[in-house]
């Protein structure tokens, strides 16, 4: 079809000049089509759900809604093929390298460019969409895990004073309504929080959510075992025991490489 002859490409970046020098790139290549630009992410995610684009060039650091929130909210849809233009630092950039994604440096060179783009074309013709789209969320996950500044102490009030504790002696968190129980180093303290959020400050590598009501840190697990009802447990350094929940159980064992 005359459409997979034609890559139809897509331009996001919130700067003008950046938008023009891929452009005026792109302008030397003979066997695609420029559909369109646009300067922020928001933007981008609706014009990319609607025109459909092959390939798509997006800058990473945009206000509002950055390059990683834009693939964050298209991917497991029409996810097109990405080269992300980037002034990123180097942990970003070595983030691509592992997961075998193109992205550019700004200022963009020229050879770079036509390396990029000769990758993009040969995996289109491929049509590996499949494989860059699970590149892609490995690259995303990385990325938002470096990026993320997870607490290193949480402020626990009680009654006069507020005692501060340190995320790497917390052993497990278990959910009370409104408050979590925090044990830390064979200490309880109450917390006013809801337990999902106190989920999202901490170290998603470190801190495994294993039932509704219970987080642990897979630093102070034992063993695991399982149960005559088939259900897994989890024995605690200090002998303490957590039963993992079916829902739960997947992201458990990815975490601590096990097969179950």
């Not at 497991?76 to 980037?86: A, C, Q, R």
Request: hydrophobic share 40%.
């Amino acid at each position: 079809s005359p459409r997979a002859a034609k890559p139809l490409i897509y331009i996001v970046d919130d700067e003008p000049l950046g938008r023009e020098s891929v452009r005026e790139l792109l302008e030397h290549v003979r066997e695609i089509e420029i559909i369109g630009e646009c300067e922020d992410g928001h933007q981008a995610v609706r014009e990319i759900r609607s025109k459909r684009p092959d390939l798509v060039f997006l800058d990473v650091q945009m206000p509002g809604m950055d390059g990683f929130g834009v693939i964050g909210k298209i991917h497991g849809e029409h996810l097109p093929l990405v080269v992300f233009v980037t002034a990123y630092d180097e942990f970003a950039v070595r983030a691509f390298e592992v997961h075998a994604l193109d992205y550019l440096l700004k200022p963009i060179d020229p050879d770079r460019f036509q390396v990029a783009i000769d990758h993009a074309l040969e995996a289109h013709r491929r049509k590996d969409l499949l494989h860059l789209d699970r590149e892609l969320r490995g690259l995303l996950e990385d990325v938002r895990n470096r990026s993320r500044k997870y607490v290193e102490q949480i402020a626990v009030k009680s009654h006069t004073k507020i005692v501060l504790v340190a995320v790497k002696e917390i052993e497990w968190v278990e959910a009370e309504g409104d408050y979590v129980c925090v044990h830390a180093a064979g200490k309880k303290h109450l917390l006013r929080e809801k337990i999902s959020s106190l989920e999202e400050k901490l170290d998603p590598r470190q801190f495994v959510r294993i039932h509704r009501s219970t987080i642990v840190n897979i630093g102070t697990i034992n063993n695991v075992e399982r149960s005559f009802s088939g259900d897994y447990v989890l024995t605690l350094h200090n002998g303490t025991k957590l039963t993992v929940s079916r829902s739960y159980r997947s992201s458990l064992f990815a975490l601590l490489n096990l097969n179950p």
